[in-house]
C-alpha cells in the first residue's frame, strides 16, 4: 500500500477553478492507478475520476466530463486533478485513492489505499 495525502481543497464561488493534489510516500507509486471520489453532505461517495497506472487510460464521471481533467507526475509522486467552471453541486469532500496495477476504474473497491480527503466548497 502507499500512504495518500490531498491537498488544494477550498472555498470558491460558482465557475471558479481549482487543482487538487494527491501525494503519495514510496517509490513504486509508478504502478499504481489512482481514483477520486466524492461524497457531498447527506450523499453518497461517488466517483469523479481515474487514471490508470500507465497513465494511459483515464476515466471520468459524466457529471464532471469537459470540466476535470486528471493528470499525474510520477516524477513527482503526485496526481492532479484540475477542476475547471466549478458548480454548487461539485461541494463536497473529495478524497484519492490508489490500487496496484488496475486501469482506471470507477469502482471504489478495487482501491486499498485511501487519503483523508480535502474539502472543496463552491457557493452560488
Known amino acids: 500500500q502507499v500512504q495518500l495525502v490531498e491537498s488544494g481543497g477550498g472555498m470558491v464561488q460558482v465557475g471558479a477553478s481549482l487543482r487538487l493534489s494527491c501525494a503519495a510516500s514510496?517509490?513504486?507509486?509508478?504502478?499504481?492507478?489512482v481514483g477520486w471520489f466524492r461524497q457531498g453532505p447527506g450523499k453518497e461517495r461517488e466517483f469523479v475520476a481515474a487514471?490508470?497506472?500507465?497513465?494511459?487510460?483515464?476515466n471520468y464521471a459524466d457529471s464532471v466530463k469537459g470540466r476535470f481533467t486528471i493528470s499525474r507526475d510520477n516524477a513527482k509522486n503526485t496526481v492532479y486533478l484540475q477542476m475547471n467552471s466549478l458548480k454548487p453541486e461539485d461541494t463536497a469532500v473529495y478524497y484519492c485513492?490508489?490500487?496496484?496495477?488496475?486501469?482506471?476504474?470507477?469502482?471504489?473497491?478495487?482501491?486499498?489505499?485511501w487519503g483523508q480527503g480535502t474539502q472543496v466548497t463552491v457557493s452560488s
Open positions: 487514471i490508470s497506472w500507465t497513465g494511459g487510460s483515464t
Open positions: 514510496g517509490r513504486t507509486f509508478g504502478y499504481y492507478s
Open positions: 485513492a490508489a490500487a496496484l496495477r488496475e486501469g482506471a476504474s470507477s469502482w471504489y473497491g478495487r482501491y486499498d489505499s
